[in-house]
């Protein structure tokens, strides 16, 4: 899948196939990997709840995305 090919060339980057990975130790790379692991989780969202979530636009550009229960209060404390 894509993402399986993303995470496949982040971590052949960081094992020493790039230039920058190059200069990290067995040991660092490990940490590196382990740390892009549990980010990677941390970001994991069940796609139900990725659906139902709204684009958070500032002056025309969007931001991020927030569920519509911020939303509503967002909306109802602006001036």
């Not at 982040?10 to 660092?28: D, P, R, V």
């Not at 025309?60 to 509503?72: C, M, N, Q, R, Y």
């Not at 209060?73 to 001036?79: E, F, G, M, Q, V």
């Amino acid at each position: 899948t894509a993402r399986n090919t993303n995470e496949e060339s982040s971590s052949s980057k960081l094992n020493g196939s790039s230039e920058i990975g190059a200069h990290f130790t067995s040991k660092e790379k490990d940490i590196v990997d382990s740390m892009l692991y549990r980010i990677r989780e941390c970001n994991h969202m069940p796609e139900g709840m990725r659906s139902g979530l709204l684009n958070f636009v500032v002056d025309g550009k969007t931001l991020g995305k927030l569920p519509l229960d911020i939303a509503k209060r967002l909306c109802d404390a602006s001036p």
